[in-house]
C-alpha cells in the first residue's frame, strides 16, 4: 500500500521534527512573546498613568507590607524620612543609555519607622570599571517623591559582596530589596522608589522606559505563522507522496512509463523487418 511510506524511517524522522517544531510555536514560543506583549502594555499603561497621576503617600498606594506590581508600578508616592548612608548597595553591571554603571541603593527610614529602599539613580564607571565618586545622600529627614518599582531576581540567588575589587563597598548583581535587607540587616518594606530628577539624594536619574508596544505581539504572530507553515509544507509532500512517483518510491513500487507513440510504431516496424529477414 502507498501508506506504507509513512512507517519508513526518514519520513518517521521529518514527522517527528516538524511536529515537535510546531507544538513549540503553538505552547512555548508565541504564548511567551504574548506574554512579553501583554507585560509591555500594562507598563505602558501604568506608565502612562503616572505622568498625570499626582504623587500619593506611600501608604495610600501600597499597605504596609504589600509589594509594587501591576496596576502599582511607576506610580509616584511621596515618602518622608532620613536616609541610613552607612547601609548603603551599589548595584553592578548596570547599563544606562547604552553605557555601564552603577545603581545606588540607599536605604531610608520613614517617619513611622518603616525601612523603604530608594534607588539613588546611576553613576558611571572609572578608568578601572570602578565606581566613580558620588555625592552622599542629604543627611536629617527629606521628602522625596519616587516611583514605586518592583524587585528585581537574580537566578543564581547572590547575595551583596565587598572586597578588594570592590573597594570595601557593597554590591550587588540586582536592585532587590531583599538583598540589601540581608547585606544591611534590615527590615526593608517589599519593592523600591525609584527617584526622578531634582528630588533630595537623586544622581544620575535613570531614564523611564519608551512607551511603544515593541515587536512582540509580531513575534508571536509570526511564530504561529512558522508552526502552521511546517505542517501544511508537511501535509503537501504527505500527498505528494500518496501519488505515483514520489520521492520515496522505490525502484520495485515505481509505475511503468507508457510508451509513446513514436516507440510503440518504431517497435512494430523492427518486429516486421525481422519477420522480412
Same mark, same amino acid.
Given at each position: 500500500m502507498r501508506l506504507r511510506f509513512l512507517l519508513k524511517p526518514g519520513w518517521l524522522a521529518l514527522t517527528a521534527v516538524v511536529f515537535t517544531f510546531a507544538i513549540c510555536c503553538f505552547t512555548l514560543l508565541s504564548p511567551w512573546q504574548f506574554s512579553r506583549n501583554a507585560e509591555r502594555e500594562?507598563?505602558?499603561?501604568?506608565? $502612562?498613568?503616572?505622568?498625570?497621576a499626582p504623587p500619593v503617600p506611600l501608604a495610600q498606594l501600597l499597605p504596609p507590607g504589600t509589594a509594587p506590581g501591576g496596576k502599582t508600578e511607576w506610580h509616584l508616592v511621596s515618602i518622608t524620612g532620613q536616609y541610613l548612608a552607612d547601609k548603603e548597595v551599589v548595584a553592578r553591571l548596570r547599563t544606562v543609555q547604552? $553605557?555601564?554603571?552603577? $545603581?545606588? %541603593?540607599?536605604?531610608?527610614?520613614?517617619?513611622?519607622?518603616?525601612?523603604?529602599?530608594?534607588?539613588?539613580?546611576y553613576v558611571r564607571l572609572d578608568s578601572k570599571s570602578g565606581v566613580l565618586p558620588y555625592a552622599p545622600p542629604p543627611a536629617g529627614i527629606v521628602q522625596v517623591t519616587a516611583r514605586a518599582r518592583a524587585d528585581e531576581t537574580d537566578p543564581?540567588?547572590?547575595?551583596?559582596?565587598?572586597?578588594?575589587?570592590?573597594?570595601?563597598? %557593597?554590591?550587588?548583581?540586582?536592585?532587590?530589596?531583599?538583598?540589601?535587607?540581608?547585606?544591611?540587616?534590615?527590615?526593608?518594606?517589599?519593592?523600591?522608589?525609584?527617584?526622578?530628577?531634582?528630588?533630595?539624594?537623586?544622581?544620575?536619574? %535613570?531614564?523611564?522606559?519608551?512607551?511603544?508596544?515593541?515587536?512582540?505581539?509580531?513575534?508571536?504572530?509570526?511564530?504561529? =505563522?512558522?508552526? =502552521?507553515m511546517a505542517l501544511l509544507g508537511w501535509l503537501y509532500f504527505t500527498v505528494r507522496e500518496l501519488k505515483?512517483?514520489?520521492?520515496?518510491?522505490t525502484s520495485s513500487e515505481a509505475p511503468t512509463r507508457r510508451k509513446s507513440v513514436a516507440e510503440i510504431l518504431a517497435e512494430d516496424e523492427l518486429a516486421e523487418s525481422g519477420h522480412q529477414k
Open positions: 500594562q507598563q505602558n499603561s501604568s506608565l $502612562e498613568a503616572s505622568f498625570t547604552g $553605557e555601564g554603571a552603577f $545603581e545606588v %541603593l540607599t536605604p531610608l527610614r520613614t517617619t513611622d519607622g518603616t525601612v523603604v529602599l530608594v534607588d539613588r539613580g543564581k540567588h547572590r547575595d551583596a559582596f565587598a572586597d578588594a575589587s570592590t573597594g570595601g563597598q %557593597l554590591q550587588s548583581y540586582v536592585v532587590d530589596s531583599r538583598v540589601v535587607a540581608r547585606a544591611a540587616k534590615l527590615d526593608i518594606r517589599p519593592g523600591y522608589f525609584q527617584l526622578d530628577a531634582g528630588q533630595p539624594g537623586v544622581l544620575g536619574a %535613570l531614564p523611564l522606559p519608551q512607551t511603544d508596544s515593541g515587536p512582540f505581539l509580531s513575534y508571536a504572530l509570526q511564530w504561529i =505563522a512558522f508552526g =502552521a505515483p512517483g514520489g520521492a520515496l518510491t
